[in-house]
T-cell receptor, first 117, second 108 residues
Framework: EAQVTQNPRYLITVTGKKLTVTCSQNMNHEYMSWYRQDPGLGLRQIYYSMNVEVTDKGDVPEGYKVSRKEKRNFPLILESPSPNQTSLYFC????????????????FGPGTRLTVL | LAKTTQPISMDSYEGQEVNITCSHNNIATNDYITWYQQFPSQGPRFIIQGYKTKVTNEVASLFIPADRKSSTLSLPRVSLSDTAVYYCLVGVGGKLIFGQGTELSVKP
């Protein structure tokens, strides 16, 4: 089954304790992206990756890191989490970068709910 | 200055047509406009995409005027299962920008 998986689905942590949220897709997609979703703000892009070893900042990258060592995986790293990073996080992938001329639909993972105390 | 604007919420009844408009004054020239649907506790799901004029698929239509500064998602004959949040997605200044989402409530 074609899908995007994220782990963990729920995480409660404390300020300053490094954490990683994993994301994996089995569709051989080149484009992957991380979003955070907050009430009243909708979805905001954190980082994206056009392909292996190619990553770039989205709209709200501060406090986050990513890596793309393999095509299928795109982990999100919070080196020193703070309470303002409490949010619902989604990973997504698509065959080509949205929303360009060849625009492609993004497939989203189930989400990771992160609470930073 | 908001990059995209949608109504926060809308109410409808089963069987009615629902139109949700998204304003995106600064959309990039070559970018498509995409709409997603999101149910509680799930990730967004693709509905429809277009560049200009009108696009129709099995679930929705998308109307885009010539200036492309807005787009309207049209859901024909909604049912209770269409109760969800709907987001527009556009490219602005090299960034992907989602609208704030429109919470559609369909009543019997």
């Amino acid at each position: 089954e074609a899908q995007v998986t994220q782990n963990p689905r729920y995480l409660i942590t404390v300020t300053g304790k490094k954490l990683t949220v994993t994301c994996s897709q089995n569709m051989n997609h080149e484009y992957m992206s991380w979003y955070r979703q907050d009430p009243g703000l909708g979805l905001r892009q954190i980082y994206y990756s056009m392909n292996v070893e190619v990553t770039d900042k989205g709209d709200v990258p501060e406090g986050y890191k990513v890596s793309r060592k393999e095509k299928r995986n795109f982990p999100l790293i919070l080196e020193s989490p703070s309470p303002n990073q409490t949010s619902l996080y989604f990973c997504a992938s698509s065959l080509s970068p949205p929303p360009g001329l060849d625009g492609d639909e993004q497939f989203f993972g189930p989400g990771t709910r992160l609470t930073v105390l | 200055l908001a990059k995209t604007t949608q109504p926060i919420s809308m109410d409808s009844y089963e069987g009615q047509e629902v139109n949700i408009t998204c304003s995106h004054n600064n959309i990039a020239t070559n970018d498509y406009i995409t709409w997603y649907q999101q149910f509680p506790s799930q990730g967004p799901r693709f509905i429809i995409q277009g560049y200009k004029t009108k696009v129709t698929n099995e679930v929705a239509s998308l109307f885009i005027p010539a200036d492309r500064k807005s787009s309207t998602l049209s859901l024909p004959r909604v049912s209770l299962s269409d109760t969800a949040v709907y987001y527009c997605l556009v490219g602005v200044g090299g960034k992907l920008i989602f609208g704030q989402g429109t919470e559609l409530s369909v009543k019997p």
